[in-house]
């Protein structure tokens, strides 16, 4: 298999507030608009936002929203946009800023529909992390 892309589909029960959620937030620019789907993009990194009652999913599993997922975004200055974010008011923190020994320093925001998002820079893990990474 060749594969030419990934990228997560949330589904929502509110697609237009969502979309503007990653707009506003997190830097995501709209490349393709409906009522029921948005396809956004920032860099090379996608998310999409999908209707979860629409015709395009099974019948069995429209109506939950996507709740449960952490999405992981991996930034530069993590503490940058801590203050961006979380000190200018403009999310409420689920987990507040900190370092962790298995070599992140990280903090969690919600999101829509119980998708959480965890903001993350790598920093070196310690000695009994760092045996288990591979590369």
Avoid: C
């Avoid at 969502?18 to 830097?27: E, L």
């Avoid at 200018?88 to 370092?99: Q, V």
């Amino acid at each position: 298999m060749a594969l030419t892309s990934w990228y997560p589909v949330l589904m929502t029960g509110d697609v237009a507030a969502t979309a503007a959620f990653y707009r506003k937030h997190f830097g995501f620019e709209s490349t393709f608009e409906a009522d029921w789907y948005v396809s956004l993009r920032r860099d090379r990194w996608e998310l999409a936002v999908l209707d979860r009652d629409h015709e395009t999913i099974p019948a069995a599993y429209r109506g939950p929203a996507a709740g449960g997922m952490l999405l992981n975004l991996e930034v530069d200055d993590v503490d940058a946009e801590w203050e961006r974010l979380v000190g200018g008011g403009a999310l409420e923190p689920l987990l507040p800023i900190r370092t962790e020994a298995f070599g992140q320093r990280h903090f969690i925001v919600a999101g829509p529909d119980g998708v959480m998002i965890d903001v993350i820079t790598n920093v070196e893990p310690s000695e009994e992390f760092a045996a288990g990474f591979t590369s």
